[in-house]
């Protein structure tokens, strides 16, 4: 088998939203030949039950905690006196899913589409309507990607996707794990130097 490296990762994990500009140029500087696969985590199910007051005050001093670890990362608080949060992460990951079976390249596209609404425009991505207009946004097909946000085999990859991640024994997010020579190993996440990454994965190459 090929040497792999897996992102693993919840299109609303704040932490992968931080971890953006990192990854990008980690992505960029990889071995050519090493193949990338990007796995959904799958942080909260769903839920129609509003965010409980401490974790909302939880969640806002995370991206404060973000803000101050990682120089640059923006984020509107405004989601939090404009939306109604619910714990519930699973929508936005099956919306991924969704895209990506129209086309590989709505993968990434769509998740940053729903960090984006979700960081930067105070928009709820746990609501069905607001992945609806980011998959028209991104330049899906809205019918089919309607058809196919919870349709049984969206639903059965993003099971298989969170399996496969518990599996390598990944519970939080962002990850990364090479795949080389018939061993899997962690890389250490950093949120501010790339090149501490790609030395470690060229070294177990």
């Given at each position: 088998?090929?040497?792999?490296?897996?992102?693993?990762?919840?299109?609303?994990?704040?932490?992968?939203?931080?971890?953006?500009?990192?990854?990008?140029?980690?992505?960029?500087?990889?071995?050519?030949?090493?193949?990338?696969?990007?796995?959904?985590?799958?942080?909260?199910?769903?839920?129609?039950?509003?965010?409980?007051?401490?974790?909302?005050?939880?969640?806002?001093?995370?991206?404060?905690?973000?803000?101050?670890?990682?120089?640059?990362?923006?984020?509107?608080?405004?989601?939090?006196?404009?939306?109604?949060?619910?714990?519930?992460?699973?929508?936005?990951?099956?919306?991924?899913?969704?895209?990506?079976?129209?086309d590989p390249a709505y993968d990434q596209a769509m998740t940053l589409a729903i960090q984006r609404a979700y960081y930067l425009e105070a928009r709820n991505p746990s609501d069905p309507e607001t992945l609806i207009s980011l998959a028209a946004e991104i330049?899906?097909?809205?019918?089919?990607?309607?058809?196919?946000?919870?349709?049984?085999?969206?639903?059965?990859?993003?099971?298989?996707?969170?399996?496969?991640?518990?599996?390598?024994?990944?519970?939080?997010?962002?990850?990364?794990?090479?795949?080389?020579?018939?061993?899997?190993?962690?890389?250490?996440?950093?949120?501010?130097?790339?090149?501490?990454?790609?030395?470690?994965?060229?070294?177990?190459?």
């Amino acid at each position: 088998m090929p040497s792999t490296l897996f992102y693993i990762h919840d299109p609303m994990c704040s932490w992968c939203w931080g971890f953006r500009p990192a990854l990008d140029a980690l992505l960029e500087r990889l071995p050519p030949d090493l193949v990338r696969e990007r796995l959904l985590g799958g942080l909260a199910p769903d839920s129609d039950q509003p965010m409980a007051d401490a974790l909302r005050e939880q969640l806002q001093e995370t991206w404060h905690r973000i803000q101050a670890r990682i120089p640059g990362t923006r984020f509107d608080f405004a989601f939090w006196t404009r939306c109604a949060p619910r714990r519930s992460t699973w929508p936005a990951c099956r919306a991924v899913i969704a895209a990506r079976r129209q086309d590989p390249a709505y993968d990434q596209a769509m998740t940053l589409a729903i960090q984006r609404a979700y960081y930067l425009e105070a928009r709820n991505p746990s609501d069905p309507e607001t992945l609806i207009s980011l998959a028209a946004e991104i330049g899906a097909d809205t019918n089919r990607f309607v058809h196919d946000l919870n349709c049984a085999h969206t639903r059965s990859t993003l099971a298989q996707e969170i399996a496969q991640a518990r599996a390598m024994g990944v519970d939080s997010f962002p990850a990364l794990v090479l795949a080389c020579s018939g061993s899997r190993w962690r890389i250490p996440v950093d949120y501010t130097n790339p090149d501490a990454m790609l030395s470690t994965i060229v070294l177990l190459l």
